[in-house]
Each structure stands twice: as structure tokens, then as C-alpha cells.
């Protein structure tokens, strides 16, 4: 199916632990970034891909990892979980940046126990 | 720092009556500002956006208007619907400073409620 598919919709996890959340674009844009969405907050950028091989940081980078090896998946890694971690997570991606329209996933509800 | 600010936080009205949600942003750069609408359970979703060199832009319903002197921007709903009822968020692209790319700065959101 054509669009961005994140994966999983749901995830519990151990404080401490390694979880990945997957991210999928069918488009080929060029562009993919990932926010986490909490009460007060709004969408909060956490790290933007500009092209396979290029990340850069957003506003709330820390405690996060990224990597983007093939333009389709943009795959975000908390290495060691924590409860301030707890939030909804949302990836997008758009064809020419942040001055175009962003079409985002589903969104992946991570609880951090 | 970079920063959009998004009022009122929540927005009752009733079916019919108009919606007006405001933004501001402190980077004066900043050259194109979408909004974005979010249904429950659902990723958000670009309802319209305007560009810098334009002070308003209309579609059917839906219009947004931009003052780059005061760094505000608005989204007004006219003649609203129950299925208007959702979390709308403002946002501003933010240029790098060196180098980089664009950012998008998002606004915390205002829950809509149209009431039937």
C-alpha cells in the first residue's frame, strides 16, 4: 500500500531497555522526520533525515538515535528507555523539506513502565 | 529560541458559528506556515498552508491570514461543521542559521469543539 506506515501502533517497554520504532515511505521523499506528540507540547521535533546517509537534530534529540540507509525507512531508537520517553511518536516525510507539505503516519503509542 | 505560540488551547462553538485560532513565532525568518489538522487516533494532516510573500490565502471554508510585521498568523473556520471538530496545530519553517536544512516549529495545538 502506498503512504508511511509506522510500526508498532502500541508498545510498552522497560525502563532501561532498547526499542526501535520502524517507519516506512512509500513516496520516495526525499525528507523524513520524527516528533513525539505530548499533552502541552504540540508536535516536538526529535530528528529530521534530509536524504539517505543525512540526519540532523531537532529541538529534543536526547536519548535518541537514528539512521537512514535507504530512503524508505527511517528507523528511531531509544537506547536505554526512560519514563519522560512516554508519548505518542510520529514520523513524516515530505518531498522537497519543511517549506511543503509533511505527511505523517499513524503515530505510535510507546508507554515506558 | 525558536518558538510558535498557539491560542486559545481549547475552542467551543456552535455548528454554524465562525472559529479563529491565532499563532505567533519569534523567528523572523521564518517563511512558510502550515496548518495542520488531527482527528482522533490519527496522524495530523495539512488543512492549508501560506507562504511569506502572501498576506491571506482562502479555501472554501477555511482561510488563513498572515501579519509578518507583527509575526502573527491566524486560521479562521467559517460556517463550522460537527466534522470540523478536531486538534488543529499552527506551525512555522524555520530557516538554519548555517547551513542544515529547514525546521518545522510546531504550536501546542487548540482542541476544536463544534457543537451540533
Known amino acids: 500500500d502506498a503512504g508511511i506506515t509506522q510500526s508498532p501502533r502500541y508498545k510498552i517497554t522497560e525502563t532501561g531497555r532498547q526499542v526501535t520504532l520502524m517507519c516506512h515511505q512509500t513516496w520516495s521523499h526525499s525528507y523524513m522526520f520524527w516528533y513525539r506528540q505530548d499533552l502541552g507540547h504540540g508536535l516536538r521535533l526529535i530528528y529530521y533525515?534530509?536524504?539517505?546517509?543525512?540526519?540532523d537534530k531537532g529541538e529534543v534529540p536526547d536519548g535518541y538515535v537514528v539512521s537512514r540507509s535507504k530512503t524508505e525507512n527511517f528507523p528511531l531508537t531509544l537506547e536505554s528507555a526512560t519514563r519522560s520517553q512516554t508519548s505518542v511518536y510520529f514520523c513524516?516525510?515530505?518531498?522537497?523539506?519543511?517549506?511543503?507539505?509533511?505527511?505523517f503516519g499513524q503515530g505510535t503509542r510507546l508507554t515506558v513502565v | 529560541g525558536e518558538n510558535v505560540e498557539q491560542h486559545p488551547s481549547t475552542l467551543s462553538v456552535q455548528e454554524g458559528d465562525s472559529a479563529v485560532i491565532k499563532c505567533t513565532y519569534s523567528d523572523s525568518a521564518s517563511n512558510y506556515f502550515p496548518w495542520y489538522k488531527q482527528e482522533l487516533g490519527k496522524g495530523p494532516q495539512l488543512i492549508i498552508d501560506?507562504?511569506?510573500?502572501?498576506g491571506e490565502k482562502k479555501d472554501q471554508r477555511i482561510a488563513v491570514t498572515l501579519n509578518k510585521t507583527a509575526k502573527h498568523f491566524s486560521l479562521h473556520i467559517t460556517e463550522t461543521q460537527p466534522e470540523d471538530s478536531a486538534v488543529y496545530f499552527c506551525?512555522?519553517?524555520?530557516?538554519?542559521?548555517?547551513?542544515?536544512?529547514?525546521?518545522?516549529?510546531f504550536g501546542a495545538g487548540t482542541r476544536l469543539a463544534v457543537h451540533p
Open positions: 506551525a512555522a519553517s524555520i530557516p538554519p542559521r548555517s547551513g542544515g536544512y529547514n525546521k518545522l516549529i
Open positions: 533525515s534530509a536524504a539517505a546517509d543525512i540526519t
Open positions: 501560506i507562504r511569506s510573500n502572501v
Open positions: 513524516a516525510s515530505s518531498d522537497t523539506g519543511s517549506n511543503t507539505e509533511a505527511f
